[in-house]
């Protein structure tokens, strides 16, 4: 099956840190990954479209400053949140279209708490 | 623009009962459309998908779900639940063309909360 993992899978830190959290789809090559945000007690949002070798694509409302998402292999796309303040807190989730399958395989997520 | 529409947020059931959980959306085109389920701390897990031909879909563990064009509905029943289904589950829907940067974007609904009681 086509498996995405993330790391970490947890992180607390203080507020004005920078936090990377990292997206590996494990068993195949992916050319776009995606993010998403989910807020307690509510749906998914899609923050941007991960592209490997280009720019990312960031949906209406989200800090592309803010949210720096790299894509630099076609396994890997990182989303590093930059001057963390306790409102960035929040369930991050990555998934990673397949090629083949022609849908997106989900990473398990990575609870953020700033303090 | 597409929307999801997840009518109902929490679904509380006992087993072995049936259960459906609604999803309406709404677009312009086609759409391609999926059932996820999340349990606690959790990634999604895709449950089932409609992407063309027979409009019933089933998953593996009883699950399925019935594309309905004119009513822009995708259902999601199970004639008989399991402690083990408690979940939230969440509709998606995405466009189906490839090109442009609404390729493979993903819309879900509010997520509805299933419980299920012994």
């Known amino acids: 099956g086509a498996v995405v993992s993330q790391h970490p899978s947890r992180v607390i830190c203080k507020s004005g840190t920078s936090v990377k959290i990292e997206c590996r789809s494990l068993d195949f090559q992916a050319t776009t990954m995606f993010w998403y945000r989910q807020f307690p007690k509510k749906s998914l949002m899609l923050m941007a479209t991960?592209?490997?070798?280009?720019?990312?694509?960031?949906e209406q409302g989200v800090e592309k400053d803010k949210f720096l998402i790299n894509h630099a292999s076609l396994t890997l796309s990182t989303l590093t949140v930059t001057s963390a303040h306790p409102e960035d807190s929040s369930f991050y989730i990555c998934s990673a279209r397949h090629p083949s399958y022609n849908e997106q395989f989900f990473g398990p997520g990575t609870r953020l708490t700033v303090l | 623009a597409q929307s999801v529409t997840q009518l109902d947020s929490q679904v509380p059931v006992f087993e072995e009962a049936p259960v459906e959980l609604r999803c309406n959306y709404s677009?312009?085109?086609?759409?391609?459309l999926f059932w996820y389920v999340q349990y606690p701390n959790q990634g999604l897990q895709l449950l089932l998908k409609y992407l063309s031909g027979s409009t019933l879909v089933e998953s593996i563990n009883g699950f399925e779900a019935e594309f309905n064009k004119s009513q822009t509905s995708f259902h999601l029943r199970k004639p008989s639940v399991h402690i083990s289904d408690t979940a939230e589950y969440f509709c998606?829907?995405?466009?189906?063309?490839?090109?442009?940067?609404?390729?493979?974007?993903?819309?879900f609904g509010q997520g509805t909360i299933l419980t299920v009681h012994p």
């Open positions: 677009s312009s085109v086609s759409v391609y």
């Open positions: 991960s592209n490997e070798g280009s720019k990312a694509t960031y």
């Open positions: 998606a829907v995405r466009f189906p063309f490839a090109g442009g940067t609404s390729y493979g974007k993903l819309t």
